[in-house]
């Protein structure tokens, strides 16, 4: 069973505008990690932003914000204030573990954010 | 940026032909991990390790082998290449376990196979 969904292939937002990128997870694990990575078209994966199963608020970095719906298993990325820079692949994964060596990362086959002027 | 370095960057090689991967890490973290990333389907674990000498075999490990003999180097083997290995790989660490951690990556390996 795939155990992270992104559903959205593409997406289009405009400058200065803000933009979902929606993240569904499925996991029996009490204890996990949402992180959210940029890919831009040079290729490299960047870290972006995480939260844990037991944090009581979403997440905030910058920018970037995670709208946590624990009971939905959902974990969406929300960008402020898009900008062109933004325009990349963005990956959705989990990270499951309580158990010892059992931290492994989950991917989403991702979105695709174009931002236009 | 995490010190990870892939080599090479990018390689071409022949169906049946031995392939090493190398990352090397300066952090001095316990956890290495090799991804590939293929279209459709994001990045998909293929081997990691907890520590030196110790491996195990992630989602997609048929055709792959790993060694870690020092920290700071995770090597990825294919011992004959085949064409569905044609991919881009990705060596990742991660200081600590549990769910708490992000993996931080390198900059890929881009590997085709003719």
């Known amino acids: 069973a795939q155990k992270i969904t992104q559903t959205q292939p593409g997406m289009f937002v405009q400058e200065k505008e803000a933009v979902t990128l929606d993240c569904t997870y499925d996991t029996s694990d009490p204890s996990y990690g949402l992180f959210w990575y940029k890919q831009p078209s040079s290729g490299e994966m960047i870290f972006l932003i995480y939260?844990?199963?037991?944090?009581?608020q979403n997440a905030t970095e910058g920018r970037y914000s995670l709208n946590f719906q624990k009971a939905r298993k959902s974990a969406n990325l929300v960008i402020s204030a898009s900008q062109l820079g933004d325009s990349a692949m963005y990956f959705c994964?989990?990270?499951?573990?309580?158990?010892?060596?059992?931290?492994?990362?989950?991917f989403g086959t991702g979105t695709r954010l174009q931002v236009f002027p | 940026d995490a010190g990870i370095t892939q080599s090479p960057r990018h390689k071409v090689t022949e169906t049946g032909t031995p392939v090493t991967l190398r990352c090397h890490q300066t952090?001095?973290?316990?956890?290495m991990y090799w991804y590939r990333q293929d279209p459709g389907h994001g990045l998909r674990l293929i081997h990691y390790s907890y520590g030196v000498k110790d491996t195990d075999k992630g989602e997609v490990s048929d055709g792959y082998s790993v060694s870690r003999s020092k920290t700071e180097d995770f090597l990825l083997t294919l011992e004959s290449a085949t064409s569905s290995q044609t991919s881009v790989y990705f060596c990742?660490?991660?200081?600590?376990?549990?769910?708490?951690?992000?993996?931080?990556f390198g900059d890929g390996t881009r590997l085709s196979i003719l």
């Open positions: 952090e001095n973290h316990r956890y």
């Open positions: 994964a989990m990270r499951e573990g309580t158990a010892y060596n059992t931290d492994k990362l989950i």
């Open positions: 939260q844990g199963s037991y944090d009581q």
């Open positions: 990742a660490i991660s200081g600590t376990g549990g769910a708490t951690q992000p993996q931080h």
